[in-house]
């Protein structure tokens, strides 16, 4: 009779180590999986995750990221993590409190951007603090500046924006220091904008090495 095979066990010691996966469930087909695939790495292993919109609401995604990263090796014990990212949309100030305290319950990191992701875009440009209206209106400056003038959701424009990343880091971490100067909640509508996609990126850039 065939021997059965052995469970895998992250308990155990005496081991081959393994590269350390990072999950990243986002809303978006196009844009976040066309950034984020360029920090895959013979170190660290990143699986983008995008989800269908039924699951739009931030709650949702973030419940959703449980049922399919059961279908996938997951071991926090060796590093692993899983990252939910999303922008505020429509949702409620209390839908998207309840995401961050399931995310919170389940070990799950958040990267959230207020109107949206292009805003992390625009920060490698220019620092910006004034409300902005929605996606199309970051993506009107990105156009009308000069800085990515042929934009669209599908377009790769992870080279044009490399060069200014570190800016775009610092700018993204003031912007939070100031809300919370402000008692503003990060995860709130109110924090107009704001994204802390720049806390995934430097995890992914330390796994770079």
């Not at 990191?109 to 910006?128: C, D, G, M, T, V």
């Not at 003031?174 to 990060?186: A, F, I, W």
Request: net charge positive.
């Amino acid at each position: 009779m065939a021997k059965m095979r052995k469970e895998y066990n992250p308990d155990r010691p005496a081991r081959r180590k393994r590269r350390p996966i990072i999950y990243i469930i986002c809303e978006g087909k196009e844009t976040e999986t066309l950034y984020f695939k360029h920090f895959r790495s013979r170190n660290c292993l990143v699986d983008i995750i995008p989800i269908s919109s039924k699951h739009k609401a931030a709650e949702h995604l973030v419940k959703h990221a449980k049922s399919l990263i059961s279908q996938s090796t997951f071991y926090p014990k060796d590093g692993d993590q899983l990252w939910c990212v999303f922008d505020c949309d429509d949702n409620k100030n209390a839908e998207l409190q309840a995401a961050m305290e399931y995310a919170q319950k389940h070990g799950y990191q958040i990267a959230y951007s207020n109107p949206s992701f292009e805003y992390w875009y625009l920060i490698h440009f220019e620092k910006r603090n004034g409300h902005l209206k929605d996606s199309d209106a970051v993506i009107e400056i990105l156009k009308s500046r000069s800085y990515l003038e042929s934009y669209e959701k599908s377009s790769d424009v992870f080279d044009k924006l490399l060069p200014h990343q570190a800016e775009a880091i610092v700018r993204a971490k003031e912007r939070v220091e100031q809300l919370g100067r402000d008692l503003t909640p990060l995860l709130s509508r109110d924090s107009n904008p704001v994204t802390t996609v720049y806390e995934l990126v430097e995890y992914l850039n330390s796994k770079q090495a």
